[in-house]
Every structure is written in C-alpha cells, then in structure tokens.
C-alpha cells in the first residue's frame, strides 16, 4: 500500500479509496513491483559441514576462525566471478551471481581455495562445505534479494554431501553446452523440507578426472571402496580412535600375521589442486607402482597408480566417474 513517504499520499486520501480502488491499486503496484524489483540470478548458499561438532570439540574461538576463513575464501572467488555476497549468518552464506556459469566458476574456485588452505591443517580441523545452486525469479532491489527460490536454493544445499556443489534442473539448463553441464551427474528428484514438489537435482564434479582418482581397488579381493569426497584421506587397519573414525579406508585381513604388516595409521592422501599426494606415515612398507615411498615422502598418484602396502595388500586408484555426456545430459533435463 502506497504511504506518505513513497507516494505523498494522506491518510485521508487513502482512507477515501474503496474496496475496488485499492484492489485495482494492488494489482497495478504488483505489476510495477515486478517490472522493476523481479529479475534472474543464480543463486548460491553455502556452509561450513559439522560445525557445531567443530565447535566442541576445538573451542569457540578456533570455531570462529574457521567460520571466517569460510567467509574469506568465499568472499574472494565470489568477487572473482563477478558474483556478490547477500548476507552471511552463523556459518553459512547467500551469494548471487548473474549466470550458472559463473556460480559455478566461482564455487569452484572456492573449492579450490579450500583444498589449499587445508594443506596446512590436521585433518580434524579442516574446513569442508556444501554449497547448491539454483536459477530463478527473485525480487531485488540491488541490495536484499528475496523469493521462494531462495528458500529452494538453501534446501538445495542442505541436501548437498560434504564438498559437493549441487545444482537444481533450472540451474543445469542454463549451463551451455560446452561448458560445465558436461561435468554435471544426475542424481534424480528428491524431496526438499518446505518445498511442496519432488526436485530434480545434479552433482557438478569440479575436480579434473583424468588426475583425481575416485574410487580404489582392493586386488586381491576385487573390492572397490568409493574414495571420500575430501582433502585428507587416511588408510590403515585401525577401525577408531579414542571413539572416533582413525581411517577413511580400513584395510582388514582376515590372517593376524598378514594384518599386522599394515600400519594403524599407514598413509595418508592429500589433495593438492593438481592430484593427489600419497605420503606414508608409517615405517612399515609403502610401494607406489613398484618403487619404495619413505616414511614422510611425498609421491603424485593419478588414476591406475598402484600401491602395495606392507606387501600384503595391493590397491589400484581409479577414475570411475558416471559423468553423462553433453547430449546425453541435455536430453535428460528435457525429458524432467
């Protein structure tokens, strides 16, 4: 309803309107409202994973920090792909972008920027998002940004797994051709808290595949283990530690002799922004593709490198990704 300040309009004026004026007041203020305030955006949310447990377990301070940290890296690759921060709260953060492509250009960057940081830090503390993506209709005024699909963008990304960027059908269908809809795997409709339909959601893999191993055979059993989606990843035969996962990958055997020539801890992968770095923490034997690693040594491992642990396991590291091609995934989102 029009007021004094927006429109000089009197009470009295108003008070004078009948039942059709104002509803005829309403629909042309709607229709103004949406010619000047409703436009696109991709929009994006993004949040620390486990922070409350982050917090207890390290102190509010070092919770603190790591939220900043989040808001810093986010804040750079944000202003790199030419997107803007709406509004920060708690650990998580609302940015909006004017296309697909650079939300995802830009969250990828902080992915990126992430992985970096994390070089540095104990596995416990290292920091580890979830992020969605949504294309829609919004009202905004250049500053606030309001709308129902800001409420689906956030429930996107709740949905998302740790350090996964996730994007709506609407937000795929925006990528070109070219582009980044080649990297996107679909994942089906799901339902989302508060939103009233099923929604038809895809994972954007960021990572390059033919450097970043995805999943790693266990040869002598033919077991395939899917690698976890993170920087630092621990193998070894402890299962916990003091209650706590100790490895991401447990090796078990079922010869007492044998399993003891693997390490409770015996090495560990970290992901650097160009492919992983084995490096074993353990002086029991490492291999990698038949040549010895030290204790402490770092070695690159790609797709199809093998590593023998403690000469009684042997572990092949291999890309598995189920990536739709480009027509391929723009028939999918067609037939949605």
């Not at 395939?224 to 078990?252: C, H, M, Y």
Request: net charge negative; aromatic share 6%; glycine share 8%.
């Amino acid at each position: 309803m029009p007021n004094e300040r927006t429109q000089g309009w009197s009470a009295e004026a108003i008070a004078a309107l009948s039942m059709t004026d104002i509803v005829r007041l309403q629909e042309e203020l709607s229709r103004e409202l949406k010619r000047r305030f409703e436009k696109e955006l991709a929009l994006g949310f993004s949040d620390v994973v486990d922070s409350t447990d982050y917090f207890t377990r390290f102190g509010d301070e070092a919770g603190r920090r790591l939220q900043q940290t989040h808001f810093d890296l986010l804040g750079q690759a944000v202003l790199s792909a030419g997107g803007r921060v709406v509004d920060t709260a708690g650990d998580g953060a609302f940015v909006v972008f004017p296309s697909v492509e650079r939300a995802a250009a830009g969250f990828i960057e902080l992915e990126k920027a992430i992985t970096q940081e994390n070089q540095t830090r104990a596995r416990e503390q290292q920091l580890s998002v979830r992020i969605g993506i949504h294309w829609g209709r919004v009202l905004t005024d250049g500053d606030q940004v309001t709308g129902e699909s800001v409420n689906l963008a956030a429930r996107v990304k709740a949905s998302a797994a740790p350090n996964e960027i996730r994007l709506t059908k609407e937000a795929v269908q925006e990528l070109s051709g070219n582009s980044y809809r080649s990297s996107t795997r679909l994942l089906g409709a799901i339902e989302l808290k508060g939103i009233p339909r099923a929604v038809t959601v895809f994972s954007l893999d960021w990572r390059e595949r033919d450097v970043f191993p995805d999943a790693v055979c266990i040869l002598e059993t033919g077991e395939e283990i899917q690698l976890p989606n993170q920087d630092t990843i621990r193998f070894g035969r402890l299962k916990e530690s003091d209650g706590l996962p100790a490895n991401d990958i447990v090796l078990l055997l079922p010869d007492e002799t044998d399993a003891r020539k693997i390490s409770r801890w015996h090495f560990e992968l970290r992901r650097h922004p160009r492919g992983f770095i084995l490096r074993p923490v353990s002086e029991q034997l490492t291999e990698l593709d038949g040549q010895l690693i030290a204790k402490g040594a770092e070695a690159p491992i790609r797709p199809g490198s093998v590593v023998r642990v403690g000469r009684v396991v042997t572990l092949e590291f291999v890309s598995r990704s189920h990536l739709s091609t480009p027509d391929a995934s723009a028939a999918t989102i067609g037939s949605q």
